[in-house]
């Protein structure tokens, strides 16, 4: 499954993808708010993206992780991706990583409002969430801009560097308003 938005496209990750993944995990700036940690060695990539290659196989998907690269370049800039509840509640919950030379440029709040539109037009979502850290400032605008609202903090929830950080929920749903 392939995105598109004004400037991007976000294609499905593949192998060819790892090194480019890899050495945008292993940056200091991205892994601020990363849950995951600078992995040791491109082996733990390695087996941190192989389910979502796998996943591409099944046949009621419920998680998708794309790359993202610039139409204009096919230069990568990050990753996003969509987790589906596959429920009566059609919830989903969206991701998304860029590149640090690649913020403050509205790469990250494209993508998000590509994934939220996905969301509700190919997935027939009632409800897209997003979670972010309470200290990730970027971030919360990126979210604000795509028209999420904030519902609520969740209490140390999220393990970053051996500590438990608070985390911001964020949601949209199919009938509140968007301008995109």
């Not at 708010?33 to 993206?49: V, W």
Request: proline share 3%.
């Amino acid at each position: 499954m392939e995105l598109q938005s004004a400037r991007l496209i976000l294609k499905e990750i593949c192998w060819e993808d790892l090194d480019a993944i890899h050495n945008l995990y292993s940056l200091p700036e991205v892994d601020e708010f990363n849950t995951l940690g600078i992995p040791k060695d491109i082996g733990e990539t390695r087996k941190n993206i192989s389910p979502a290659i796998e996943a591409q196989k099944d046949e009621n998907r419920k998680s998708y992780f794309w790359k993202i690269v610039k139409k204009d370049s096919e230069e990568f800039i990050g990753v996003a991706g969509l987790s589906l509840s596959l429920n009566r509640f059609k919830l989903g919950e969206i991701f998304y990583s860029l590149l640090p030379g690649f913020w403050g440029k509205g790469f990250a709040t494209e993508v998000a409002k590509t994934l939220v539109k996905s969301g509700f037009e190919d997935f027939n979502l009632h409800k897209v969430e997003a979670g972010v850290a309470t200290g990730n400032t970027r971030s919360i605008k990126v979210l604000e801009k795509a028209g999420m609202t904030r519902e609520g903090l969740r209490r140390k929830i999220l393990p970053i560097r051996g500590e438990w950080k608070d985390n911001f929920h964020y949601a949209i749903v199919e009938d509140d308003p968007r301008d995109y």
